[in-house]
């Protein structure tokens, strides 16, 4: 099994840009969550879906923040437009029932 | 009371010494307690877990510690190795619940020395 699959792993951008995220779950997992970790506020659940239909978004800061799962094997993960506040280290992880999380590897952010 | 107060924010171990990092959580609902392990430009990984039906697990040199009456769980790493040295965090949540989703403490670097 490969993990959980995050592209891209660096990702630089200009300002007012637009930035997709994307994430491949493992097989067989029925949750996906998506994750923020920044050094003054720790790990920040975003979203996460059941089944591909969204459960929770009250995490996702604001408007510009947007995410889909159009099937069990593919999520993304978009911001428009980008702001340096932004920047951040965003992770994806799936899981079979709420337990034992799997983490990709991450997407590290940064807007300038 | 969502929240899961993590202590200490870093911690120096001397190779050979006992790492200890608690949590303390408020929602009495949470039933499921893992501890993750996260090395730099890597996601966190679990590494250990425990329901409150029981007040100690243990994994080799890693150990849960759980209070349930005062809402605390701790991580103890005997033996501390070099090869230790990452961010810990500690979590909870409403197993198999439809709040299940894991809130995670803010994180204690574990630095040991050699």
């Known amino acids: 099994d490969a993990g959980v699959i995050q592209s891209p792993r660096h990702e630089v951008t200009e300002m007012g840009q637009e930035v997709t995220l994307r994430c491949k779950p493992i097989?067989?997992?029925?949750?996906l969550f998506w994750y923020r970790q920044t050094m003054m506020r720790g790990l920040e659940l975003l979203i996460y879906f059941n089944n591909n239909v969204p459960i929770d978004d009250s995490g996702m800061p604001e408007d510009r923040f947007s995410a889909k799962m159009p099937n069990a094997s593919f999520s993304t993960l978009k911001i428009q437009p980008s702001e340096p506040r932004d920047s951040a280290v965003y992770f994806c992880a799936s899981s079979l029932g709420f337990a034992g999380y799997t983490f990709g590897s991450g997407t590290r952010l940064t807007v300038v | 009371q969502q929240q899961v107060k993590q202590s200490p924010q870093s911690l120096i171990v001397q190779k050979g010494g006992i790492s200890i990092i608690n949590c303390a959580y408020e929602n009495t609902a949470f039933d499921y307690f893992p501890w993750y392990q996260q090395f730099p430009g890597k996601g966190p990984a679990l590494l250990i877990a425990?329901?409150?039906?029981?007040s100690e697990k243990k994994e080799g040199r890693f150990t849960i510690s759980f209070n349930k009456s005062a809402k605390q769980f701790s991580l103890h790493i005997m033996d501390s190795q070099p090869g230790d040295s990452a961010t810990y965090f500690c979590?909870?949540?409403?197993?198999?619940?439809?709040?299940?989703?894991?809130?995670f403490g803010k994180g204690t670097k574990l630095s040991v020395k050699p």
């Open positions: 979590a909870a949540s409403r197993y198999g619940g439809s709040q299940g989703n894991l809130i």
């Open positions: 425990i329901r409150p039906d029981v």
């Open positions: 097989s067989g997992h029925d949750y």
